[in-house]
């Protein structure tokens, strides 16, 4: 597929398809860092390899550790928290985790660290991670004074103390902090303005955290504390399949009125986008769990809903696209944070819903979504694999549907069209 501008997307009948999907993007950014910063050989298994995985290994690599990737197994050799100063600036593509999560760091450093990335990259607000991370003795800023890359720090290492930062924003910001706390040289106490978002995420930071030997405490997401001093210890350890890739998958049995089990995953994950199979149960499909994955089938007709998918803001655009197919109106609210992602996701979802004939009202926090004359056309991408993934489900039913720029699907999951053809083939 490489290369090529657009794809037409095959329509099908119920499709009945056993598929695999990636390792966690999510599970392996964190997993990559922990293992950066211990001392000794780590390896991680089953990993997820796209562009995001890749930017991330880059970075590691400039910070001093090893990173050698073999399929899907990466060995990495860490610095022990003892960072090299880069001899030029990371560069992080458009990968909002890496340049978060190496941001905060790099703060652990001594010297000077500049991280930049894409064009759109530069426009993903980071000043709430920058202004907390000035708070407990860091001196970084955003080179350009937009709030957003490139990043330029002067490290001499992060001081550690107490900080407070809005929980409405990003839980990523939350989880950099996390990660690089260990390192500080006191404790550091991340304290939680409002309500956080996406916990699950967070949730996911502090099990890696446990694995690779960091404890923290968290007092009902109103407060983390991480003691200065613990160390991250080298380990073996396997990813979990990617839940939000098997979202895909699962929707594609609804969308088609068929059936698929995705055999790398499981309802025991650490991963909120699990919570997808009970969305899509209240829609009106079937789902079944066994040791070998879990499969979803559509018996009867697709009914609207409305979901709070906060906790799963990555699958919010999978089911916009199952909304097409249901009868009646579903509304999607509360994620908001989906403005700051690779592009504007609930205004492209919207726009691009409206090129195959839905009627869709957009709010600060979500879409409403009402079917109509469903119609092919060409999809927008925005240089957005979320919105490449979503949009070739509404093919498997509307014909002419064509996906535009179809390799932005290397971020994450660089066989998603090769998977997408097993289904009917």
Not at 14 to 19: E, F, G, L, S, T
Not at 22 to 42: C, D, F, I, N, Y
Not at 75 to 100: Q, V
């Amino acid at each position: 597929m490489s290369g090529e501008d657009s794809v037409l997307i095959k329509q099908t009948g119920p499709i009945d398809a056993v598929v695999e999907v990636p390792g966690s993007k999510s599970q392996t950014a964190r997993a990559m860092v922990t293992a950066g910063l211990a001392s000794g050989e780590s390896v991680l298994r089953g990993a997820a390899t796209g562009d995001d995985s890749r930017f991330m290994g880059d970075g590691l690599r400039a910070l001093g550790a090893t990173v050698e990737v073999s399929g899907t197994t990466y060995k990495i050799i860490g610095t022990g928290g003892t960072l090299r100063e880069p001899t030029e600036p990371l560069f992080l593509g458009n990968a909002g985790t890496a340049m978060r999560f190496l941001t905060a760091v790099a703060c652990l450093g001594h010297g000077r660290y500049v991280l930049d990335g894409s064009p759109r990259m530069r426009e993903r607000p980071i000043q709430y991670l920058l202004d907390a991370l000035t708070s407990l003795g860091a001196t970084v800023r955003s080179v350009n004074n937009t709030g957003c890359p490139p990043v330029e720090i002067e490290s001499r290492g992060l001081k550690g103390g107490v900080v407070t930062m809005r929980g409405d924003k990003s839980s990523q910001y939350f989880s950099a902090i996390l990660l690089a706390a260990p390192y500080a040289e006191t404790d550091i106490e991340l304290r939680v303005e409002g309500d956080l978002v996406s916990k699950p995420y967070v949730d996911m930071t502090l099990d890696v955290m446990r694995e690779f030997g960091v404890e923290v405490q968290n007092n009902e997401y109103k407060s983390f504390k991480v003691r200065a001093g613990q160390r991250y210890k080298s380990r073996e350890y396997n990813m979990e399949g990617d839940w939000s890739a098997a979202a895909y998958f699962l929707a594609a049995a609804a969308v088609t009125g068929g059936k698929v089990r995705v055999k790398n995953v499981s309802l025991d994950s650490r991963q909120g986008d699990k919570d997808f199979v009970f969305t899509l149960e209240r829609t009106g499909c079937v789902w079944r769990s066994s040791p070998d994955g879990v499969q979803l089938t559509r018996p009867a007709r697709l009914r609207a809903i409305e979901v709070d998918m906060n906790s799963m803001p990555d699958v919010a655009q999978t089911l916009a696209v199952v909304a097409l197919f249901a009868e009646g109106t579903t509304t999607i609210r509360n994620v908001s944070n989906l403005r700051l992602k690779e592009c504007d996701r609930i205004s492209a979802t919207a726009t691009e819903l409206r090129k195959l004939g839905a009627t869709v009202d957009e709010f600060p926090d979500g879409l409403r979504i009402t079917p109509g004359k469903l119609h092919g056309a060409e999809i927008e991408t925005y240089d957005d694999h979320r919105m490449a993934m979503s949009f070739a489900l509404a093919g498997l039913r509307i014909p002419g549907v064509i996906i535009k720029n179809p390799d932005c699907v290397m971020k994450t999951f660089p066989d998603f069209f090769k998977t997408l053809g097993s289904l009917y083939t």
